[in-house]
């Protein structure tokens, strides 16, 4: 049975990082750990022994690590601003390889954006988050029809959408991260044309 103790996600539970999992098990590949929830990126300070939730976090995450390996291959995840991409640097620093498949979903860059980030030697992609899950949008820019996977379960639907994932070549303009901050937009309210 893989547990998480092999995987290159058990430094980030370790740290208490991984939360609001939706699937935190095995997949349904041998060795392989999947994860499909929010990783904490900044912590409030804990005051007493009252434990307080993160200040923001990589939300929506969706990946998966192979037993034994100590990088995860592929990622992908939604941030609020731009700027907190420097954060999920400092955070995933050695998880992150630099062959592997690191999509960032971001509210605050137009909407028809996509750049291609490099940090530490790792490449992000960061495309705009348009209204949507961070599901939804992998699955339409992997192209994978819903129909195709809804009799899966949701580990053999991550195997599905992450495997396609990982041979991902489409290239976006280079942007550095500090152009970026530069040129980053007001973080819209996700919520704020929804029905009451």
């Not at 941030?79 to 630099?98: N, Q, T």
């Amino acid at each position: 049975m893989t547990t998480i103790e092999n995987t290159a996600l058990a430094r980030l539970a370790k740290e208490d990082r991984l939360m609001n999992a939706v699937l935190k098990a095995p997949t349904t590949k041998p060795g392989r750990f999947g994860f499909r929830g929010d990783i904490a990126l900044k912590f409030q300070p804990h005051i007493a022994d009252e434990k307080r939730p993160p200040e923001y976090k990589l939300e929506q995450v969706l990946t998966f690590a192979q037993e034994g390996e100590a990088t995860i291959p592929v990622l992908a995840g939604y941030i609020h601003s731009f700027a907190y991409l420097k954060d999920v640097a400092e955070v995933l620093a050695g998880l992150l390889r630099p062959n592997g498949k690191y999509f960032i979903f971001c509210n605050n860059i137009d909407l028809l954006a996509g750049y291609q980030v490099t940090l530490d030697g790792i490449p992000y992609t960061v495309l705009p988050c348009d209204k949507s899950t961070v599901w939804k949008e992998m699955m339409d820019l992997m192209g994978v029809d819903k129909n195709d996977i809804k009799k899966l379960d949701t580990a053999g639907k991550l195997d599905v959408l992450l495997e396609i994932s990982l041979r991902f070549d489409r290239r976006y303009p280079a942007l550095s991260f500090e152009d970026g901050v530069a040129q980053m937009l007001p973080v819209r309210n996700r919520n704020e044309n929804r029905p009451v």
